[in-house]
């Protein structure tokens, strides 16, 4: 079946520092991939999302692109602040049944240091 | 706007006692609902899905149920709990389209003792 595999957490880094948390991602067809980030004390919300391979998703200076030669959607921002602090969701979409599953990785939990 | 409710935010059960989880939607029409799952040391699991009242699908064989009695509204249930019901619950809606954004509830925390 699908599966996402995201990278094991935690990660703590510094103000204004580079940051990745891989996502690799098994699924038959071509899913819709999304990360989704939880903030403390909150649900979970969107972050961004591509649609087809190649597609970059952007926002909040996070970015992500699809590729699905690797099959990989890997999240990254060029210079973190403490407010990014949260826990990270790669997911992927099965649309099945009239319903948009999505199928969850582990989470990744950021801690970003003044 | 549109809005999702859950409640409780944070439950501690005892074993073999009954669980009720309620979640509702505001400010939009026939909407799919879930519930998820995220147990300790594993990623957010769907557990039950719904597409309008009264049709509930199951994804996991479990000792949980679900309901939706009302087209925003969306029920997790139990007759008897078990150790292993612990975790943490969320309750999200999307607007049954293709590639869609799902919306999220603040969740529950369920520690079963």
């Known amino acids: 079946g699908n599966s996402v595999t995201q990278m094991e957490g935690p990660v703590t880094l510094s103000e204004e520092a580079f940051l990745t948390i891989n996502c690799t991602y098994t699924?038959?067809?071509?899913?819709?991939l999304f990360w989704y980030v939880q903030y403390p004390g909150e649900g979970l919300q969107l972050l961004l999302k591509a649609t087809k391979a190649d597609d970059k998703g952007s926002n909040k200076g996070f970015e992500a692109t699809y590729r699905k030669e690797t099959t990989s959607f890997h999240l990254e921002k060029g210079s973190v602040q403490v407010s990014d602090s949260a826990v990270y969701f790669c997911a992927l979409s099965d649309r099945k049944g009239g319903s948009e599953k999505l199928v969850f990785g582990k989470g990744t939990k950021l801690t970003v240091n003044p | 706007s549109q809005t999702i409710h859950q409640w409780p935010a944070t439950l501690v059960q005892p074993v073999g006692s009954p669980l009720s989880l309620e979640c509702t939607v505001e400010?939009?029409?026939?909407?799919?609902l879930y519930w998820y799952r995220q147990a300790a040391g594993r990623g957010l699991q769907l557990l039950f899905y719904?597409?309008?009242?009264?049709?509930i699908s199951s994804e996991v064989p479990q000792n949980l149920s679900a309901s939706r009695p009302q087209d925003r509204q969306f029920i997790l249930s139990s007759k008897k709990l078990l150790l292993s019901d612990s975790g943490f619950y969320l309750c999200?809606?999307?607007?049954?389209?293709?590639?869609?954004?799902?919306?999220f509830g603040q969740g529950t925390r369920l520690t079963v003792v």
């Open positions: 400010g939009t029409s026939n909407p799919n």
């Open positions: 719904s597409v309008g009242i009264g049709q």
């Open positions: 999200a809606w999307d607007r049954g389209l293709v590639n869609t954004e799902a919306f």
């Open positions: 699924a038959t067809g071509y899913p819709s």
